[in-house]
């Protein structure tokens, strides 16, 4: 069946700033408390977006969440107006609201898990939102996730989030990869985990924040294939060296799996496991990166495997989308030049400026979800989230009309920020086709 892989990207919120509320994320703690740009970051995300729509591929765009999140402050007990509110919880817990303010919806790579249609018994494209539940500022996105979701693909089966329990931890498609022969044929999924949470701690410095549970939960909802389904420990080093998710340290597409040789807990096995799952489907590529070719410290503060790896129009070959940060570390930078030098499954290396999503732990990868759609569901799927010509010009003019041009985490408790950003994005559903009842605020 013909069938194109899609990017939907998260486009960054008006209350972007370094907040440093990721635990593990050392992007994000070393860069706590600086002034960000809102505008900067939203039109480097769209600049990022339109590269690949120019390229020939599909390119979609999922809507920002309001923040402040003021439902979430009334149910601690804030009331009043909204700008009673914040204020109130202000005064009263300023990190709490800085937690409610957090723009992290823009990493769209941890919006769900995808399976598409192929995949699944039933012949139906299945999203499951992550909870997110690790970080108090990332488990509020959810709900809303699932009503872009629902808007963006009227046509799939959109579960709800798991339940919000540390034995379901779930973190979406940063712990998810699949591999197959072309996107419209059955493929196989990977799905990493930190823990087993039935066992006890995960035995990390930092939080391991994808459970096997939520994993195991996820391919039942999806009607996987149990022989197609590969699951896999990530290595404990690598969690505690900064790789929060196993998006920081692999990536893959088509037939290639590009992993650092620290990735999984037991290489090996997980290599084997693949391959059986594979069998009479294709035969799996590995690229495999040496810490001799690249420490595992520069591959994380790099964001190399934290790039998008995508096969572009009439290339025979994928082509790796990394960010700038990658060509500046003379380690990284020189292993991709090896790396398409040779005759591997990797034949170009494209460089992006994300900077402003980088310093908060977030590189290419993060900002897009990836969305295999066949002809039909492409068709039915809301062409007002789909980047072309004219959507690029009236975001990127929406972004220069509404965004701050700086921001500092104390701003986050300014109430006109608030009215601006609520502004905006009412604006915004009808730029995106997504109702005047999408947000929270719009149905007061």
């Not at 924040?209 to 022989?227: D, K, N």
């Not at 807990?265 to 590529?285: C, H, N, V, Y």
């Not at 960010?323 to 040779?342: F, I, M, S």
Request: with cysteine.
């Amino acid at each position: 069946m013909l069938a194109r892989e899609a990017n939907y990207d998260g486009l960054i919120g008006p209350t972007h700033n370094y907040g440093g509320l990721s635990m593990g994320n050392l992007a994000s703690a070393k860069n706590k408390g600086l002034i960000a740009s809102p505008r900067a970051a939203a039109l480097q995300g769209l600049q990022k977006m339109k590269l690949m729509a120019d390229a020939g591929l599909v390119q979609g765009v999922l809507p920002p969440q309001a923040r402040p999140n003021i439902p979430e402050l009334r149910l601690m007990g804030f009331s009043g107006s909204d700008e009673d509110v914040l204020l109130g919880a202000w005064r009263a817990n300023p990190v709490l609201v800085r937690n409610m303010s957090s723009a992290s919806s823009m990493w769209s790579a941890n919006a769900a898990t995808v399976s598409p249609s192929a995949d699944c018994a039933d012949g139906r494209l299945h999203l499951t939102p992550a909870n997110l539940s690790t970080m108090l500022h990332r488990s509020i996105e959810h709900a809303q996730t699932g009503r872009a979701l629902r808007a963006a693909f009227p046509m799939a089966i959109v579960h709800d989030a798991l339940p919000m329990q540390s034995t379901y931890s779930d973190e979406g498609a940063a712990n998810h990869v699949r591999l197959c022969a072309e996107h419209g044929d059955a493929g196989i999924e990977l799905f990493v985990y930190g823990r087993d949470a039935l066992l006890g701690g995960g035995g990390t410095e930092f939080p391991a924040r994808q459970t096997l549970q939520a994993s195991h939960i996820i391919a039942t909802r999806h009607l996987l294939s149990g022989t197609r389904t590969v699951f896999a420990k990530q290595a404990r080093r690598v969690i505690d060296a900064g790789a929060f998710h196993n998006d920081v340290v692999c990536v893959g597409a088509k037939q290639c799996l590009f992993y650092h040789e620290d990735a999984f807990e037991d290489s090996a096995g997980t290599l084997a496991a693949i391959r059986k799952a594979a069998e009479g489907l294709f035969e799996p590529q590995f690229v495999a990166v040496s810490g001799e070719d690249v420490p595992l410290e520069d591959a994380i503060s790099a964001y190399l495997f934290n790039s998008m790896l995508v096969q572009l129009p009439g290339e025979e070959r994928l082509t790796l989308i990394a960010p700038t940060e990658t060509e500046d570390n003379p380690r990284t930078k020189a292993y991709c030049d090896t790396l398409v030098a040779g005759n591997g499954p990797i034949g170009a290396v494209k460089y992006v400026d994300v900077r402003q999503s980088m310093r908060n732990g977030g590189g290419p990868a993060c900002l897009r979800l990836r969305v295999v759609l066949t002809e039909a569901e492409l068709a039915a799927a809301n062409p007002k989230m789909i980047l072309d010509e004219a959507l690029y010009a009236q975001l990127s003019d929406w972004v220069t009309k509404h965004y701050r041009e700086d921001m500092a985490p104390n701003d986050l408790g300014d109430p006109d920020l608030m009215r601006e950003s609520f502004t905006a994005l009412d604006e915004l559903t009808g730029i995106m086709g997504l109702g005047g009842d999408f947000y929270p605020f719009q149905r007061v």
